[in-house]
């Protein structure tokens, strides 16, 4: 291709991701002809505008999506529904409205049925991220050797599901494709569920920490440092992600207590056979991870 | 103090611990004259002789500890018992029996019926440790800027207190003590309890992994990774943890259960105050534990 892949990018939202994006823009040619960008706090646009990585910072969201060939949403995914009243009357006939939303089942409930005739709807996650938020926090090679996953719906416009993916390819990402309820679900068991794990088990030792003077927050091992870092993490964005992806996270949840509770039956019943199984069960996992160089 | 703490140093189990406490012996002259190690398996006891860490490799437990000041027992705890068996006849009255289990009520309940008169124990416990295992995986500075925790009994020796919590100072820990019940509560959240979960989801993931085609282990995010790292661990030694420590590590499994129903709970009913609320008190453990510089 020559020339940029999208002549006019629009971001709504311009935190950890969106300015992440709107860097990468900046950095390489290849991507945007003019970034615009979008959020909701007078700060934060007032930010945007001295950190001075988009063209364009615009107040209204309606007056932001005009005239763009690409919209992205890089708000919490609890804000897509509102977010997306303001703007569907405003994306034109073959623009494409894709996302970096953490779910996509809720995210292709909020937006699908605003979508006006020839506006293509591409929802993707890019999996990357750091424990800090806010339009400080992007840099443009935030997706560089991660997973996007895109989950394009049945009968959506190929041209643009490609551009998206190439979109995502010279942002340094690996693109998969699978259905929403497959990505969620994935999710689900190896994000969501170990931030629920990750928020409770703090919340768990601090009860404690009481009882025993403090000693918990002293002694923490690198078992719950581990823990705690996960814990790290943003509040508007992990309440928008537990809400909206309510059902896979519950079904994990679900699982993982029954699991759970049978190791603890063979603690306390002094089952060794079944504690070694589980604990060589993790070992094969954790060695499965390291071949494909994810740990 | 002139000389060094102990004049003959009897190691039982020469692993990661073990052999990391003989090699920080080895590397400072202040620790031990001679260093004596035992261990069960015959190639274990050639890959020390190997090694060269130790001065005196011994194939019998009785023998080894002939003679010794001080033993320090470096192997699973559920071990104890029996290696206990073995040994107490042969300790010289006026030898330190010490340890490094990662149990504490249990190692008492396994060493005290059968100590020797004039022979004093002062349970141990270094927070320090790796996934690795065995006599190759121990170096010198293990230790260092850790705490290590003593339990020692109501009415102990003070004496043979202070020479542990020396020799662990000079190992680079921070000594800190307890009683061997509230040890127990700590380490069963913030190291124990980790453990089963980390264990347990690992084996709930590869059960989804068979539905989703695999696609679980490609996209483990950041959060499942710390789970992996700590489900890399060693088996019996593991194994040995959970069932010594049974009591404190059921309570706190129960204690953590019901605070994540609680929070799905919230979940489920889309109480975002309460899920908010939740994900604070994440973070402000968090931020203690980076001011405490644990994290
Ligand atoms: N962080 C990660 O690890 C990660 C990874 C993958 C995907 N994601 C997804 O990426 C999206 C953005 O996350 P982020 O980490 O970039 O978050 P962030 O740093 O907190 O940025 C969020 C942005 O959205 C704006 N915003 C928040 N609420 C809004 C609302 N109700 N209406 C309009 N704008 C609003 C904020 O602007 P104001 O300051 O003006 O409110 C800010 O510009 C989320 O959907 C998240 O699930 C995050
Ligand atoms: N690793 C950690 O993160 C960590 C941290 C703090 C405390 N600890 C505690 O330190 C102790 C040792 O752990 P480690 O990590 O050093 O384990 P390790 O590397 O697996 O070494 C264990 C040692 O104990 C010997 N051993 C095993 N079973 C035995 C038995 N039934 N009778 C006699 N010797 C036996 C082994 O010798 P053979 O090869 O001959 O069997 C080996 O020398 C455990 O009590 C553990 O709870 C571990």
Known sequence: MSGPLFRRLCLIGAGLIGSSIARLARE??????????????PETLARIRELGFADVVEEDAARAVEGADCVILCVPVGAYAGV??????????????????????SVIRDLAPLLPPGVHLVPAHPMAGTEHSGPDAGFATLFEGRYTILTPLPGGDRAAQD?????????????????????????????????????????????????????????????????TRIAASDVDMWRDIFLNNRDALLEMLARFTEDSHALARAVRWGQSDFIEDRIRRGRRIRRGLIERKQA
């Open 28 to 41: 390489r040619g290849d991507i945007a002809g003019t970034v615009v960008a979008h959020t909701r706090k």
């Open 84 to 105: 997306m009243a303001q703007i569907a009357p405003h994306l034109a006939p073959g623009c494409i409205l894709t996302d970096v939303g953490s779910t996509k089942g």
């Open 163 to 227: 551009k998206v993916a190439e979109f995502w390819r010279r942002a340094g990402s690996t693109v998969e494709s699978m259905d929403a309820a497959t990505h969620d679900k994935v999710v689900a068991i190896v994000s969501h569920l170990p931030h629920l794990i990750a928020f409770t088990i703090c919340g768990t030792a601090d009860d404690l920490a009481e009882e025993t003077r403090e000693a918990v927050l002293r002694f923490a091992a690198s078992g719950f440092r581990d823990f």
